[in-house]
């Protein structure tokens, strides 16, 4: 399917496509070269897109969106068509960006979503590109658009305003980070920036680490030392999840080779970046985390929890990481998205992140939207009610 329409920009011409990916070497030619022309994000480079695009379940139909603008591509993203029942009961027909609809393989978590577009322009191929997208949907019920960027978020907002689109947040988030060049100035070290009892914790924790041998941070220097610091890691991870009787990611039959692919390709480029944290000869915790443009982030981590509580492996693994990121000069070491105790204690700065859908504000969008507050409010009622004490019974 082609479909075409034109969007003035100050006079240039923004032409859209939109067409299933019949050649993936012929779409990386494309993106790496605006990827170099861009200010996307990692989970915009070709690194991830490219490793996602061959990791697809089968029967998943992607299609490539393409603006152009003066005969150069100025602007790309990826998108699965995918009808699925909401509740049980209700039939949506979706275009995801970035996803597939397939829940247990979008457990990757794509982040800082959006569209790739050129730095020169990439206002106007935003909001063309969302135009383009909401004018579409007549035909499809919704655009399901996950983890975005803050710059995609308005320009998606300001299509939906114009369009009369309903918009609807299915999940309201924030990324947290540390602001590396605010500690530069301070110019008091990492750890003095914390508050008074963080700083206490971490100091006492490293401090008991200590007695068993010197606290180490390293840095895996190969693929292979990335890996199996990465099968490690999963151990640790696995085990803290499972005693609290959940999943843990490893549980996602596409996580392990999604990102042992992914660590393979990016540790030898720089983007991958393999932590192993010791105390004496005893691991306390891995820290996975991406590279990208002076930004570190942390994707996964596995940590080795005792009884002591005391020891906050980490938080300590942490904060050896975020002084790493520093002394290497990089902009800031970002937490991303979903909740975690640790996050506000060490971070400095902090944005929203939010999963949307939009479509036309047809009858069964107004039953979706209900139930999903019903649904939120018994959710609110059982978490509130689980904290709640017994009331004691009449004898």
């Known amino acids: 399917m082609d ?7 100050d006079g240039d011409t923004i032409d859209i496509t939109l067409q299933p990916v019949e050649n993936p070497s012929k779409l990386e030619e494309l993106w790496t070269d605006l990827e170099r022309r861009a200010d996307g994000s990692f989970f915009l480079g070709w690194q991830w897109i490219g490793n996602w695009l061959a990791s ?21 993203a990826l998108l699965c068509p995918r009808t699925q029942w909401r509740f049980g009961l209700l039939r949506t027909r979706c275009w995801l960006l970035h996803e597939t609809g397939e829940r247990t393989f979008d457990r990757l978590f794509v ?27 007549t035909n499809w019920d919704e655009l399901v658009l996950g983890g975005l960027e803050p710059e995609a978020e308005a320009a998606v907002r300001l299509a939906a ?28 070290g990492y750890l003095a920036s914390l508050g008074k009892n963080t700083r206490a914790a971490v100091r006492r924790a490293m401090r008991l680490y200590t007695e068993r041998g010197p606290l180490t941070y390293r840095v895996a220097a190969t693929a292979a030392e990335a890996l199996e610091d990465f099968h490690a890691m999963e151990i640790l991870h696995q085990a803290s999840w499972n005693a609290r ?47 990208h443009r002076g930004r570190v982030m942390n994707y996964q981590g596995g940590f080795a ?23 290497r000069g990089e902009d800031c070491y970002d937490f991303m998205s979903t909740p975690a105790g640790h996050k506000p204690l060490l971070s400095n700065t902090e944005q929203p992140m939010n999963w949307i859908a939009l479509g036309p504000d047809r009858l069964s969008r107004q039953i979706d939207t209900r139930l999903r507050r019903v649904k939120a409010g018994l959710t609110d009622r059982m978490r509130r009610l689980i904290r709640s004490p017994l009331p004691l019974m009449n004898r």
């Open 3 to 9: 479909m075409r329409t034109l969007v003035e920009d």
């Open 56 to 76: 697809l379940p089968s029967g998943t139909r992607p299609h490539a969106l393409v603006a152009r603008r003066g005969g150069q591509v100025v602007g790309l």
């Open 111 to 137: 982040e800082y979503n959006g569209i790739l577009a050129d730095r020169n322009c990439a206002d106007a191929v935003l909001a063309a590109c969302f135009d383009w997208l909401g004018q579409r949907l």
């Open 161 to 188: 305003a114009r369009q009369g689109h309903a918009l609807q947040v299915r999940v309201a988030d924030s990324c947290q980070w540390v602001d590396l060049e605010g500690v530069r100035r301070q110019g008091t």
């Open 245 to 291: 009787g959940q999943s843990g990611a490893f549980s996602n039959p596409a996580f392990r080779p999604f990102h042992e692919r992914l660590i393979a390709d990016g540790v030898p480029a720089g983007t991958v970046r393999l932590c192993r944290v010791s105390a004496g000869d005893t691991v306390i915790g891995y820290l996975y985390n991406f590279v």
């Open 305 to 327: 929890y005792e009884a002591d509580n005391r020891l906050k492996p980490g938080l300590v693994a942490h904060v050896l990481a975020i002084e790493d990121t520093l002394a």
